[in-house]
């Protein structure tokens, strides 16, 4: 188990999507967060104490956690120095990157000698099956998206959470490195053998009972060259029975792919359900999920407005405005199934 309280390392971070893995424990587990490491020309800021590791470490903190997701995710040369001497101060390491830190000979080296522990959560732990397409008991939504990095992960945990604190019965299924140090528990869908995504998806979302929905973390997008592989494995293996678009409304082009505009939310929802239906031909989408922190109060409503009434579904932002009028579809698509 990974010890918390963290130390939340943003490193040299270039701009505040690049610490999306902060952002998000420090939105969904505040508890966890006890302060923020910069180095000079961070650009990245979650609001949060900055600390020096002896002022982290006096304050409670246990494990440093590296909260950027740079692409390709590397560990850079330039923080070598800090996560070393962060093991010498006594903390442990965790991180989502693909560069794995057991795999850093000095980290090992220096974490062995001190008598730390590396904690690297894009490793798969289990053997997972290839997908067998067969149907299984309980309900499944995923969210999909425009692109990569638009609020997927959040829409998920926002109708989890409603739907628990309305007496649901709901589980958050999480498939990337943000949400399982979030939640302690998913799969790092991006590091498994891509023969075997869809049947992790599958093992992620078992029989259950038919009241009781999985709320699926979502990953790239259908339409990004880079990473659709996994979104795929999820449409699939998630056999989902209901959708929910998300979107980020000022982007000038696909997350690092400047050549590359996004699709319209129209484009996605016909894309995304031609496939969902291959596994699930019940599948529908049930509303709009929107990324507004870019906007004020005024231009996301008109934003809002305007969406829902060229969709003709619920449009809104569920961390900016609560997830309840999600749910609320939600639960009536699960009664139309009951029918």
Request: net charge negative; glycine share 10%.
């Amino acid at each position: 188990m990974i010890q918390t309280p963290y130390l939340l390392f943003l490193g040299d971070a270039p701009d505040p999507l690049a610490a999306k893995v902060a952002q998000g424990i420090r939105d969904w587990r505040p508890e966890f967060a006890v302060g923020q490491f910069r180095m000079e020309g961070c650009k990245a800021d979650m609001k949060l104490p900055d600390m020096s590791l002896a002022e982290a470490k006096a304050a409670g903190a246990k494990t440093l956690v590296i909260g950027v997701a740079n692409r390709g995710g590397v560990i850079s040369p330039a923080w070598k120095k800090v996560l070393i001497e962060a093991l010498e101060e006594g903390f442990d390491l965790a991180s989502g990157l693909h560069n794995l830190l057991r795999d850093e000979e000095d980290l090992a080296a220096v974490a062995k000698a001190c008598g730390r522990t590396l904690h690297d959560v894009r490793v798969p732990s289990v053997k997972y099956p290839i997908a067998n397409g067969e149907k299984r008991r309980g309900k499944r939504c995923l969210a999909v998206g425009t692109d990569c990095s638009v609020g997927k992960m959040y829409t998920a945990l926002a109708m989890d959470r409603e739907m628990r604190d309305r007496g649901l019965k709901s589980t958050f299924r999480a498939t990337g490195q943000t949400g399982i140090l979030i939640t302690g528990d998913g799969v790092p869908l991006d590091a498994v053998i891509a023969d075997f995504m869809a049947g992790s998806i599958e093992w992620l979302t078992p029989d259950n009972d038919e009241d009781h929905w999985d709320l699926i973390e979502g990953q790239g997008s259908l339409f990004h060259v880079s990473y659709s592989g996994v979104t795929m494995a999820l449409v699939h293996g998630g056999q989902p029975d209901a959708l929910v678009l998300c979107h980020e409304p000022t982007r000038a082009h696909m997350r690092g792919l400047p050549g590359y505009n996004l699709p319209s939310l129209p484009a996605l929802r016909d894309l995304a359900l031609e496939l969902a239906r291959v596994a699930n031909p019940a599948c529908e989408v049930i509303g709009i999920s929107v990324n507004t922190q870019h906007l004020d109060d005024e231009e996301a409503v008109a934003y809002l407005a305007r969406v829902e009434e060229e969709m003709g579904l619920p449009a809104v932002d569920p961390f900016r405005q609560g997830a309840g009028r999600l749910v609320d579809a939600l639960v009536g698509k699960r009664s139309d199934l009951a029918a």
